[in-house]
């Protein structure tokens, strides 16, 4: 049974906004130093990669509309399988400087 993309837009959203939570009042070196936090949020970026792989399967024309999906999906990749290279620094940046774009523009398709 396909999936619905648009339940694959609100498991994004969900994700985004449970990365906010959990990283809202922590600054970088509290976050590495925090295996819960960091770990939590290491599988919602899972979710959402594969989110976003399941919409590129079920309707490409969508996945176009999000930034740098396919980057996206890739992170998601490097998170699952190569998890003793992912990097600090960059999940961090990713945080704070990408999930909202991502986060807005989902609820911006969901919505639509």
Known sequence: MPH????CLL??????????????NV??????????V???TERQFEIIGEALNRIKRIDDELLLKISEAERIIAFRNVIAHGYDVVSDKVVWDVIRNKLPIL???CQDLFYD
């Open 4 to 7: 619905d993309p648009k339940k």
């Open 11 to 24: 498991d994004v959203i969900e994700a985004c906004e449970l990365i906010q939570e959990f990283t809202e």
């Open 27 to 36: 600054c970088y070196d509290e976050y590495t130093a925090n295996a819960l």
């Open 38 to 40: 960091s770990s939590a």
């Open 103 to 105: 986060h807005k523009e």
